[in-house]
Every structure is written in structure tokens, then in C-alpha cells.
């Protein structure tokens, strides 16, 4: 049900593409069903009219799957957000040689908003766009780190915490203790927990509008702990400059 001024109809077909996105992309009205508690006329009804508008597409399978016009919708975020901060990333990459990252919790996940890529020919990509596990990458620890122990514990609740490398944090105690140092140090180390052989500072985005992070990862070979003791004082510079960019945007 829609609550305060959320348009019930509204609500529940945004509902449905966000169903339909953690099923891979693609399901059927039984499946929508099961994930969304909704009667099968009121899902049928919400997604004929999300296929007339391109949001959503209908197989010969007669499964849904998400529509192409959703592609220009998040071109047009990703564009949006990336843009003001991209800059700030570039100095950082830079500077500092690596690959810099921007991301922020959406749904439980991190997603990654906005990158630049280091020049060395050795590098980490990530996709903007990508969403991953909070419990196993710098940005996801540093988002999680400005949230209660309560809401972790939920979020984790929810999502569980599979490990990506034998080094993934897979406890949730061991997770808030990670969280205490965290908030403690100012800043959130993933060493090799989602890669292995890579290592990722990250530093929380202050006062930002969402729960936000801002990263800087590499090869451990180069990304060392000393290259972090000289990277770190940039890092919250540079967060603190996106900060205000956000909060003025917002």
C-alpha cells in the first residue's frame, strides 16, 4: 500500500520494475506476483500499461522483461550524477595513478555512479551502474559505516552476505566491529574481499543527500598501505568537495 502522498498506482508499477530488475531483468506475471503480494489483474493491468510506454516488453514466452526505454532513463541519471563529480574523480585518478569510484546505497547495494580510470595499462574497471554487495567492497563498508548497527543488521538481514573471496567479511558481528573501526579511522579498506589481488581505500562522502562513498583502488601490489597513508588526506578533500556539490544540487 501507498503511503502519506504516494499515488497507489504509481507505487506499485515503480514496484514492479524494481521486482523485475532483482529477478534478473525477466519473469513471469507468477513470479511478479510471488515477489510483489499483488492480485494477478492489478500486476497484468500495471504491466500491459508499462509496455505501451516502453518501460517494460513482453517475450514470445509471454514473461516480461525490462523495456528500452528505461535505457534512456538511466543514461540520463547516470549522466546527471556522474557529471559534477566526475571531475573531482579525474583529479583523484590523476594524482594518485588509480582508478577512482563513486557510489552510493540504492536498495539495500551499493551502486557505482560515476568512475575515473587510472592510465596505467593494469587497471581496475568498474561499470557504471554496477551494483554490489556493501559487505565486501571498500565503498560498500564506508556507505555502510555512516548507518545505525541496527539498519546493518537489517540490510544484511535482507541481502545475506555471500562471499566474493575467501577474505569477504561473512559474519555480521565481525561486520559491525569493521563498522566501529570505520567510523573510528574515517575511512574503509577492502583487501581482496572482492577481487582478489586488489585493494580499495574509501572514504564516506560527508552530509550527502544519500549514504555516498568515494574510493580509490588498484592492484595491491601497487595500491600498498603506504600509497593509502598518502592517498587518504586527498581522498576526504575531495569528498568533502563532492559533499557540498550534492548538497547544493540536492
Known amino acids: 500500500m501507498a503511503n502519506g502522498t504516494a499515488v497507489q498506482s504509481v507505487d506499485r508499477a515503480i514496484d514492479l520494475l524494481e ?32 509496455v505501451v510506454r516502453g518501460y517494460a516488453r ?27 563529480t566526475r571531475p573531482h574523480l579525474e583529479l583523484l585518478a590523476r594524482e594518485l595513478g588509480e582508478s577512482a569510484n563513486l557510489a552510493m546505497i540504492d536498495r539495500d547495494m551499493a551502486v557505482y555512479v560515476a568512475q575515473a580510470s587510472s592510465s596505467h595499462s593494469m587497471r581496475m574497471f568498474t561499470e557504471v551502474g554496477r551494483r554490489v554487495f556493501c559487505h565486501s567492497t571498500g565503498v560498500g563498508k564506508a556507505v555502510l559505516a555512516q548507518l ?29 566491529a569493521e563498522m566501529a573501526r570505520i ?15 586488489v585493494r580499495c581505500f574509501a572514504v564516506p562522502v560527508p552530509h550527502a543527500p544519500t549514504p555516498t562513498a568515494l574510493s580509490v583502488s588498484g592492484p595491491a601490489a601497487r595500491v600498498t598501505y603506504e600509497f593509502g597513508e598518502n592517498a587518504l588526506p586527498l581522498l576526504h578533500r575531495v569528498a568533502e568537495q563532492i559533499s557540498t556539490e550534492l548538497i547544493s544540487a540536492g
Not at 513470479?31 to 500495471?46: C, D, F, N, V, Y
Not at 548497527?149 to 558481528?173: K, L
Open 58 to 84: 513482453q517475450l514470445p514466452s509471454r514473461r516480461y522483461a525490462l523495456g528500452p526505454r528505461l535505457i534512456r532513463l538511466g543514461e540520463s541519471a547516470g549522466r546527471q550524477l556522474g557529471a559534477g
Open 19 to 50: 521486482i523485475l530488475t532483482d529477478l534478473g531483468g525477466e519473469a513471469a506475471l507468477s513470479e511478479l506476483a510471488g515477489s510483489s503480494g499483488l492480485p494477478l489483474p492489478t500486476i497484468h493491468r500495471l504491466m500491459r500499461t508499462l
Open 183 to 197: 567510523r573510528s579511522q574515517g575511512y574503509a579498506i577492502d583487501d581482496g574481499e572482492q577481487e582478489v589481488g
Open 148 to 176: 545505525p548497527d541496527t539498519t546493518v543488521r537489517e540490510i544484511v538481514a535482507r541481502v545475506g552476505m555471500p562471499p566474493a573471496t575467501d577474505q569477504s567479511i561473512t559474519d555480521v558481528d565481525a561486520l559491525l
